[in-house]
Protein backbone atom coordinates (compact mmCIF):
# COMPACT_ATOMS: atom_id res chain seq x y z
CA UNK A 1 0.00 0.00 0.00
CA UNK A 2 1.42 3.86 -1.33
CA UNK A 3 1.94 6.08 1.41
CA UNK A 4 -0.83 8.00 -0.28
CA UNK A 5 -3.77 5.19 -0.55
CA UNK A 6 -2.99 4.72 3.35
CA UNK A 7 -3.73 8.23 4.03
CA UNK A 8 -6.74 8.19 1.95
CA UNK A 9 -7.82 4.76 3.85
CA UNK A 10 -7.19 5.95 7.48
CA UNK A 11 -8.83 9.54 6.46
CA UNK A 12 -12.59 7.63 5.61
CA UNK A 13 -13.23 7.73 9.17
CA UNK A 14 -12.41 11.19 9.69
CA UNK A 15 -15.03 12.84 7.13
CA UNK A 16 -18.43 11.26 6.19
CA UNK A 17 -20.84 13.15 3.62
CA UNK A 18 -24.38 11.84 4.95
CA UNK A 19 -27.92 12.83 3.65
CA UNK A 20 -28.44 14.88 7.01
CA UNK A 21 -26.59 15.20 10.20
CA UNK A 22 -27.82 12.77 12.35
CA UNK A 23 -28.40 13.41 15.98
CA UNK A 24 -26.51 10.52 17.12
CA UNK A 25 -23.22 11.47 19.73
CA UNK A 26 -21.78 7.62 19.59
CA UNK A 27 -21.47 7.70 15.41
CA UNK A 28 -20.08 11.48 16.08
CA UNK A 29 -17.67 10.17 18.60
CA UNK A 30 -16.27 7.95 15.28
CA UNK A 31 -16.75 10.87 12.45
CA UNK A 32 -14.63 13.86 13.21
CA UNK A 33 -16.37 15.74 10.12
CA UNK A 34 -20.01 15.62 9.27
CA UNK A 35 -21.13 17.19 5.61
CA UNK A 36 -24.32 17.30 3.88
CA UNK A 37 -23.55 16.15 0.27
CA UNK A 38 -24.66 19.20 -1.39
CA UNK A 39 -21.64 21.73 -1.27
CA UNK A 40 -22.03 25.34 0.25
CA UNK A 41 -20.41 27.13 -2.06
CA UNK A 42 -18.46 26.81 -5.57
CA UNK A 43 -15.43 28.83 -6.45
CA UNK A 44 -13.75 28.18 -9.75
CA UNK A 45 -11.51 24.97 -8.49
CA UNK A 46 -13.30 23.90 -5.62
CA UNK A 47 -16.10 22.96 -4.17
CA UNK A 48 -16.77 24.70 -0.38
CA UNK A 49 -18.71 22.29 1.77
CA UNK A 50 -20.03 23.64 5.61
CA UNK A 51 -19.47 20.60 7.94
CA UNK A 52 -19.54 20.48 11.82
CA UNK A 53 -16.70 19.16 13.20
CA UNK A 54 -17.63 16.68 16.36
CA UNK A 55 -14.48 17.07 18.29
CA UNK A 56 -14.43 20.93 18.39
CA UNK A 57 -18.47 21.23 17.97
CA UNK A 58 -18.11 24.04 15.67
CA UNK A 59 -18.89 24.55 11.96
CA UNK A 60 -16.19 24.13 9.65
CA UNK A 61 -15.33 24.32 5.87
CA UNK A 62 -13.95 21.90 3.87
CA UNK A 63 -12.78 22.93 0.35
CA UNK A 64 -12.50 20.24 -2.11
CA UNK A 65 -10.98 20.00 -6.10
CA UNK A 66 -14.02 20.47 -8.28
CA UNK A 67 -13.96 16.46 -9.93
CA UNK A 68 -13.24 18.02 -13.15
CA UNK A 69 -9.60 19.25 -12.36
CA UNK A 70 -8.97 17.00 -9.36
CA UNK A 71 -5.39 15.65 -10.37
CA UNK A 72 -2.09 15.60 -8.47
CA UNK A 73 -0.46 18.67 -9.64
CA UNK A 74 -4.54 20.52 -8.09
CA UNK A 75 -4.11 18.73 -4.98
CA UNK A 76 -0.36 19.93 -4.06
CA UNK A 77 -1.51 23.13 -5.10
CA UNK A 78 -4.55 23.09 -1.96
CA UNK A 79 -1.59 21.93 0.30
CA UNK A 80 0.23 24.73 -0.85
CA UNK A 81 -2.34 27.42 -0.53
CA UNK A 82 -2.83 25.97 3.01
CA UNK A 83 0.64 26.39 3.75
CA UNK A 84 0.54 30.10 2.52
CA UNK A 85 -2.51 30.81 4.94
CA UNK A 86 -0.97 29.52 7.92
CA UNK A 87 2.42 31.34 7.01
CA UNK A 88 0.53 34.64 7.29
CA UNK A 89 -0.11 36.01 10.84
CA UNK A 90 -2.35 38.12 10.12
CA UNK A 91 -6.22 38.94 11.52
CA UNK A 92 -7.69 39.17 8.04
CA UNK A 93 -6.74 35.18 7.14
CA UNK A 94 -9.07 32.93 8.28
CA UNK A 95 -7.34 29.73 10.21
CA UNK A 96 -6.30 26.58 8.43
CA UNK A 97 -6.39 23.11 10.34
CA UNK A 98 -5.75 20.96 8.86
CA UNK A 99 -5.16 18.90 4.64
CA UNK A 100 -6.33 15.70 4.92
CA UNK A 101 -6.90 12.74 2.13
CA UNK A 102 -10.52 12.06 1.77
CA UNK A 103 -13.29 10.31 0.29
CA UNK A 104 -15.42 12.09 -1.06
CA UNK A 105 -18.98 11.92 -2.92
CA UNK A 106 -17.05 12.02 -6.15
CA UNK A 107 -14.30 9.54 -4.97
CA UNK A 108 -10.65 9.95 -3.05
CA UNK A 109 -9.69 13.99 -2.93
CA UNK A 110 -7.67 15.87 -0.96
CA UNK A 111 -9.32 18.39 1.61
CA UNK A 112 -9.18 21.36 3.14
CA UNK A 113 -10.50 21.81 6.72
CA UNK A 114 -10.55 25.74 7.84
CA UNK A 115 -12.38 28.28 9.84
CA UNK A 116 -16.17 28.42 8.20
CA UNK A 117 -17.19 32.20 7.83
CA UNK A 118 -20.71 32.82 8.64
CA UNK A 119 -20.55 36.33 7.41
CA UNK A 120 -21.41 37.58 3.79
CA UNK A 121 -18.95 38.61 1.47
CA UNK A 122 -18.60 41.69 -0.73
CA UNK A 123 -20.00 40.51 -3.16
CA UNK A 124 -22.88 38.79 -1.73
CA UNK A 125 -23.71 41.90 -0.19
CA UNK A 126 -23.04 44.12 -3.22
CA UNK A 127 -25.65 41.96 -5.26
CA UNK A 128 -28.22 41.50 -2.36
CA UNK A 129 -28.16 44.37 0.28
CA UNK A 130 -28.20 47.80 0.69
CA UNK A 131 -24.91 49.76 -0.98
CA UNK A 132 -22.07 49.60 2.06
CA UNK A 133 -22.20 53.14 3.87
CA UNK A 134 -19.52 55.14 3.25
CA UNK A 135 -18.07 54.00 6.60
CA UNK A 136 -18.51 50.57 5.66
CA UNK A 137 -16.82 51.57 2.17
CA UNK A 138 -13.76 53.15 3.54
CA UNK A 139 -13.37 50.43 6.28
CA UNK A 140 -13.37 48.14 3.74
CA UNK A 141 -11.18 49.25 1.24
CA UNK A 142 -8.37 50.87 3.92
CA UNK A 143 -8.44 46.98 5.48
CA UNK A 144 -7.78 45.51 2.23
CA UNK A 145 -5.07 48.17 0.64
CA UNK A 146 -3.27 47.65 4.24
CA UNK A 147 -3.47 43.85 3.99
CA UNK A 148 -1.62 44.35 0.22
CA UNK A 149 1.23 46.50 1.96
CA UNK A 150 1.62 43.98 4.90
CA UNK A 151 2.21 40.95 3.13
CA UNK A 152 4.34 42.94 0.57
CA UNK A 153 6.29 44.30 3.14
CA UNK A 154 6.28 40.95 5.78
CA UNK A 155 7.19 38.69 3.21
CA UNK A 156 10.19 40.82 1.78
CA UNK A 157 7.97 41.18 -1.75
CA UNK A 158 7.47 37.60 -2.58
CA UNK A 159 3.33 36.95 -1.40
CA UNK A 160 1.23 38.67 -3.24
CA UNK A 161 -2.69 37.08 -3.01
CA UNK A 162 -3.05 37.30 -6.79
CA UNK A 163 -6.58 37.19 -7.54
CA UNK A 164 -8.23 39.98 -5.10
CA UNK A 165 -12.02 40.37 -5.98
CA UNK A 166 -15.46 41.08 -3.73
CA UNK A 167 -16.49 36.83 -3.71
CA UNK A 168 -12.49 36.91 -1.64
CA UNK A 169 -13.50 39.26 0.85
CA UNK A 170 -15.35 38.71 4.04
CA UNK A 171 -17.40 41.42 5.78
CA UNK A 172 -16.47 40.35 9.28
CA UNK A 173 -16.08 42.64 12.39
CA UNK A 174 -13.42 44.29 13.47
CA UNK A 175 -11.10 42.16 10.85
CA UNK A 176 -12.21 41.53 7.49
CA UNK A 177 -11.23 37.94 6.24
CA UNK A 178 -9.55 38.01 2.53
CA UNK A 179 -9.27 34.15 1.17
CA UNK A 180 -8.11 31.95 -1.49
CA UNK A 181 -4.87 32.24 -2.13
CA UNK A 182 -4.58 29.57 -4.26
CA UNK A 183 -3.55 31.87 -6.82
CA UNK A 184 -1.03 33.69 -4.76
CA UNK A 185 2.90 33.68 -5.88
CA UNK A 186 3.95 31.71 -3.15
CA UNK A 187 1.18 28.71 -3.94
CA UNK A 188 0.96 29.15 -7.69
CA UNK A 189 4.45 29.60 -9.62
CA UNK A 190 2.42 30.24 -12.91
CA UNK A 191 -0.26 32.17 -11.53
CA UNK A 192 -2.40 31.72 -14.72
CA UNK A 193 -6.18 32.01 -13.74
CA UNK A 194 -7.72 35.46 -13.15
CA UNK A 195 -10.84 37.17 -12.71
CA UNK A 196 -10.86 40.03 -15.70
CA UNK A 197 -13.24 41.80 -14.10
CA UNK A 198 -10.28 42.49 -11.15
CA UNK A 199 -7.00 42.23 -12.53
CA UNK A 200 -4.98 44.47 -13.74
CA UNK A 201 -3.81 44.03 -17.70
CA UNK A 202 0.04 43.38 -17.12
CA UNK A 203 -1.20 40.11 -14.56
CA UNK A 204 -4.22 39.23 -17.75
CA UNK A 205 -1.96 39.83 -20.53
CA UNK A 206 1.83 38.68 -20.81
CA UNK A 207 3.33 41.16 -23.08
CA UNK A 208 5.68 38.62 -23.98
CA UNK A 209 7.38 38.19 -20.14
CA UNK A 210 5.97 36.25 -17.07
CA UNK A 211 2.94 36.81 -15.98
CA UNK A 212 3.09 39.64 -13.20
CA UNK A 213 1.84 39.55 -9.76
CA UNK A 214 3.13 42.67 -7.19
CA UNK A 215 2.38 45.17 -5.21
CA UNK A 216 1.18 47.84 -8.18
CA UNK A 217 -1.28 44.64 -9.93
CA UNK A 218 -3.09 43.97 -6.46
CA UNK A 219 -3.35 47.71 -5.77
CA UNK A 220 -5.13 47.89 -9.51
CA UNK A 221 -7.23 44.98 -8.16
CA UNK A 222 -7.89 46.91 -5.06
CA UNK A 223 -9.06 49.85 -6.99
CA UNK A 224 -11.09 47.69 -9.22
CA UNK A 225 -12.97 46.56 -5.75
CA UNK A 226 -13.59 50.04 -4.86
CA UNK A 227 -14.66 51.14 -7.94
CA UNK A 228 -17.24 48.17 -8.23
CA UNK A 229 -18.47 49.37 -4.27
CA UNK A 230 -19.03 53.07 -5.88
CA UNK A 231 -21.10 52.12 -9.03
CA UNK A 232 -22.01 48.22 -8.92
CA UNK A 233 -20.25 47.83 -12.17
CA UNK A 234 -16.85 46.32 -13.52
CA UNK A 235 -14.22 48.04 -14.94
CA UNK A 236 -13.57 47.22 -18.81
CA UNK A 237 -10.27 45.84 -19.35
CA UNK A 238 -10.32 43.87 -22.61
CA UNK A 239 -7.96 46.31 -24.32
CA UNK A 240 -4.21 45.47 -24.89
CA UNK A 241 -2.90 49.17 -25.07
CA UNK A 242 -4.92 51.18 -22.33
CA UNK A 243 -7.40 50.80 -19.54
CA UNK A 244 -10.84 52.11 -20.01
CA UNK A 245 -13.54 52.56 -16.99
CA UNK A 246 -16.54 54.63 -17.64
CA UNK A 247 -16.17 58.01 -16.01
CA UNK A 248 -18.30 58.43 -12.43
CA UNK A 249 -20.90 60.74 -12.80
CA UNK A 250 -23.52 61.66 -10.60
CA UNK A 251 -25.81 59.10 -12.58
CA UNK A 252 -23.77 56.38 -12.09
CA UNK A 253 -22.96 56.44 -8.51
CA UNK A 254 -24.48 54.88 -5.44
CA UNK A 255 -23.54 58.20 -3.34
CA UNK A 256 -24.61 61.63 -3.28
CA UNK A 257 -21.42 63.31 -4.16
CA UNK A 258 -20.70 66.96 -4.90
CA UNK A 259 -18.83 67.73 -8.62
CA UNK A 260 -15.82 68.84 -7.18
CA UNK A 261 -15.66 65.25 -5.56
CA UNK A 262 -16.82 63.46 -8.51
CA UNK A 263 -13.39 65.02 -10.39
CA UNK A 264 -11.66 63.94 -7.05
CA UNK A 265 -12.48 60.55 -7.36
CA UNK A 266 -12.15 60.42 -11.15
CA UNK A 267 -8.62 61.38 -10.88
CA UNK A 268 -7.99 58.92 -8.06
CA UNK A 269 -9.35 55.77 -10.30
CA UNK A 270 -7.23 57.47 -13.48
CA UNK A 271 -4.03 57.26 -11.28
CA UNK A 272 -4.65 53.20 -9.44
CA UNK A 273 -6.00 52.23 -12.71
CA UNK A 274 -3.66 53.29 -14.76
CA UNK A 275 -2.57 50.92 -17.86
CA UNK A 276 1.36 51.93 -17.14
CA UNK A 277 2.07 50.65 -13.49
CA UNK A 278 4.28 53.17 -12.78
CA UNK A 279 1.71 56.21 -13.04
CA UNK A 280 0.20 54.24 -10.12
CA UNK A 281 -0.06 55.04 -6.34
CA UNK A 282 3.52 54.10 -4.44
CA UNK A 283 1.22 51.62 -2.68
CA UNK A 284 -2.23 50.86 -1.74
CA UNK A 285 -2.20 52.08 1.47
CA UNK A 286 -1.87 55.50 -0.45
CA UNK A 287 -4.54 55.07 -2.98
CA UNK A 288 -6.82 53.67 0.05
CA UNK A 289 -6.05 57.27 2.11
CA UNK A 290 -6.95 59.32 -1.41
CA UNK A 291 -10.17 56.99 -1.51
CA UNK A 292 -11.34 57.73 1.92
CA UNK A 293 -10.75 61.28 2.13
CA UNK A 294 -13.77 62.03 -0.61
CA UNK A 295 -15.76 58.95 0.99
CA UNK A 296 -15.65 60.86 4.33
CA UNK A 297 -17.99 63.40 3.57
CA UNK A 298 -20.40 61.41 1.04
CA UNK A 299 -23.63 60.26 1.63
CA UNK A 300 -25.49 57.09 0.55
CA UNK A 301 -28.30 57.96 -2.27
CA UNK A 302 -31.71 57.77 -0.66
CA UNK A 303 -33.20 56.31 -4.17
CA UNK A 304 -36.15 53.94 -4.43
CA UNK A 305 -34.01 51.13 -5.18
CA UNK A 306 -32.30 51.62 -2.09
CA UNK A 307 -34.86 51.47 0.29
CA UNK A 308 -36.69 48.58 -1.32
CA UNK A 309 -33.54 46.97 -0.52
CA UNK A 310 -33.59 47.97 2.91
CA UNK A 311 -37.25 47.35 3.65
CA UNK A 312 -38.18 45.09 1.49
CA UNK A 313 -41.39 46.12 0.11
N1 LIG B 1 -13.85 29.47 5.06
C1 LIG B 1 -14.96 29.76 4.38
N2 LIG B 1 -16.13 29.98 5.02
C2 LIG B 1 -17.25 30.28 4.35
N3 LIG B 1 -17.33 30.36 2.99
C3 LIG B 1 -16.20 30.14 2.28
C4 LIG B 1 -14.95 29.84 2.92
N4 LIG B 1 -14.00 29.69 1.97
C5 LIG B 1 -14.62 29.89 0.80
N5 LIG B 1 -15.94 30.18 0.96
C6 LIG B 1 -16.91 30.48 -0.11
O1 LIG B 1 -16.61 29.67 -1.24
C7 LIG B 1 -16.28 30.46 -2.39
C8 LIG B 1 -15.14 29.79 -3.15
O2 LIG B 1 -13.99 29.66 -2.34
P1 LIG B 1 -12.52 29.87 -2.94
O3 LIG B 1 -11.54 29.62 -1.85
O4 LIG B 1 -12.47 31.17 -3.64
O5 LIG B 1 -12.44 28.69 -4.01
P2 LIG B 1 -11.64 28.64 -5.41
O6 LIG B 1 -10.17 28.52 -5.07
O7 LIG B 1 -12.17 27.43 -6.07
O8 LIG B 1 -11.96 29.90 -6.16
C9 LIG B 1 -15.92 31.84 -1.82
O9 LIG B 1 -16.18 32.88 -2.74
C10 LIG B 1 -16.80 31.94 -0.60
O10 LIG B 1 -18.11 32.39 -0.95
MG1 LIG C 1 -11.83 31.72 -5.56
Do not use: C
Not at 24 to 29: A, K, S, T
Not at 254 to 265: T, V
Request: net charge neutral.
Amino acid sequence: MTHREKASNSSVAFLRFIGSPKADPFYWEKVRYISSKTPAHEGSMSLIYKAFDSREGKPVAIKILQPFIDDEEHKQLIKKEAEVINSIRHPSVPFVYDVLSVESPDGPTTAMIMEYIEEKTLEQRLKSGPPLSPREAIDVVRQTGAFIDFLDLSSGHTLFNGDLKPSHIFLTYPNIRIIDFASSTLANEKGEEYDPNFSAPERRFRFGQEIVRNAASEEFSLAAIAYYIITGHTIDINDRKKTTFKKLSKWNVRYDFSEYEINKLNQVFTKALAFDPKERFPSSSQFADEFSIVMQSAKTKKTLLNLKTVFNF
